[in-house]
């Protein structure tokens, strides 16, 4: 008895990859809205869109990760420039 | 110093007052002559301010009011009309093909990173925070609807 999923859909494992991308997107988006100057949103949101597309079709799942990764690194950092500047 | 310039505003606070009671001027301009002239100059200020603050207070009294703020009533139409235009606005959705049921990936071509982005600007437009969970199964304008009538109580 074959398997009655699309052929295109995800493993578990990519499932939950993609799950965890959209989470850092959207947490980066909500932090992004926390800056405080406009023109500083616009060109954070203009990057983080720019980073997140171009790598939009990659397949191999240990380069996703480190992706990921990175997208975690720059979230935290700004969100401690936030932090500093806030204080 | 700092008495004359308070002094002076209110004066100018209570010049409307003058002519709704002069006969209270007329009463507080008699008594004020009884103040002895080799009094400090602060404490005359104080006894002068406190005369045009009596007259003040007693003909702003009409005028002061609370004020409350409030949003207008959310119904369905206004919901829709709201969603449609912030979809109108976002750069990567063509205007003339958007309906109320046009799904995002299917008929509108966009994809998981930018359903995040018209999530996200549906959260400003409403100023409340969708979940996750909740957020990726919205894929049409007629759901998002359906969801914010929901959370904020709305029927018809």
Redesign the interface.
Known sequence: MGSRLPPAALSLKQFLQ??KV??V??SM??TI?QVPDEADRKYLRGWA?EE??RN?NATNQDAIRMMITQATNHLEELQKSLLLARS | MAARVLQQCVRSLGRPSLRLCPVNLALRAAVAPAVPVHRPFSSAADSRRTRWLGQSRISSVGLLCRQYGDLPPLTLETIKDRVLYVLKLYDKINPEKLQVTSHFMKDLGLDSLDQVEIIMAMEDEFGFEIPDAEAEKLMTPEEIVQYIADKKDVYE
């Open positions: 993609r799950q959209l989470g997107y959207r988006l909500r809205r869109r997140f597309k939009k």
